[in-house]
């Protein structure tokens, strides 16, 4: 069982307001990663770091911004949203490479 | 995603065989992956396959490897109602490895 742990599972936010995405993991895991999830299925990745004080973009841009200030945190914040960010986000740590990566349960987040 | 693909939908009849096909186009591909993603849930890291590799088999599971023609299937034994999901291939390359690649998911339906 994965030790990572998104809030809220579910959020419906009205235009324009300010918004975090929780992201914790208790593995001690130094890397973590943002992947958004558009309605077709395919994740793209947004935000990744590679441990505290690190932050670096995806492939994917967003509106989106993370910070890193203790290694089992890594919450995504937006600070106005718009129904473009209707999507679910998930939130992943490896301790090393990909084999050893876990995924939380996402955030579904929809604005209206 | 664009570089990895998926047929998005199979059916398959409880006890049958599944099998999910994925192609990808970047030979710098080091590693392979299977994730299962459950209704509501996260990703799941189902099984995954060095790129020297062409079979690798975990219990019900058996993923096959074409390097030539960039080809990756995920076979199904026995398959359950459980196993009801959606099924992303990913990648990992020798470049950019802090990103996973994903297609497009292909979502699996176990007809009772």
């Known amino acids: 069982e994965a030790d990572i742990y998104q809030t809220p599972r579910y959020l419906v936010i009205g235009t324009g307001k300010k918004i975090t995405l929780e992201c914790s993991q208790t593995?001690?895991?130094?890397?973590m990663y943002w992947y958004q999830q558009d309605p077709g299925m395919e994740l793209h990745l947004i935000h990744y770091?590679?441990?505290?004080?690190?932050?670096e973009k995806g492939d994917l841009s967003s509106e989106s911004t993370v910070s890193r200030i203790r290694t089992e945190h890594f919450p995504l914040t937006l600070e106005s949203a718009r129904p473009s960010h209707t999507s679910q986000y998930l939130c992943?740590?490896?301790?090393?490479?990909?084999?050893?990566?876990?995924f939380g349960q996402g955030t579904r987040l929809t604005v209206v | 995603g664009e570089d990895v693909e998926q047929s998005l939908f199979l059916s398959v009849r409880e006890g049958d065989s599944s099998v999910i096909n994925c192609t990808y186009t970047?030979?710098?591909?080091?590693?392979l992956y299977w994730y299962k993603q459950e209704p509501g849930a996260g990703l799941q890291l189902l099984t995954y396959?060095?790129?020297?590799?062409d079979m690798k088999q975990d219990q019900r599971l058996t993923v096959l490897l074409n390097k030539k023609d960039k080809h990756l299937s995920l076979r199904i034994a026995d398959t359950q109602t459980g196993d009801s999901a959606i099924y992303f291939c990913a990648e990992s390359r020798s470049t950019g490895a802090n990103n996973l690649f994903f297609g497009t998911g292909t979502r699996l339906t176990v007809i009772p």
């Open positions: 992943a740590s490896s301790k090393q490479g990909w084999t050893e990566a876990f």
């Open positions: 970047d030979s710098s591909s080091t590693y």
């Open positions: 396959i060095f790129s020297n590799m």
């Open positions: 593995m001690g895991h130094d890397k």
């Open positions: 770091s590679y441990g505290v004080n690190s932050t």
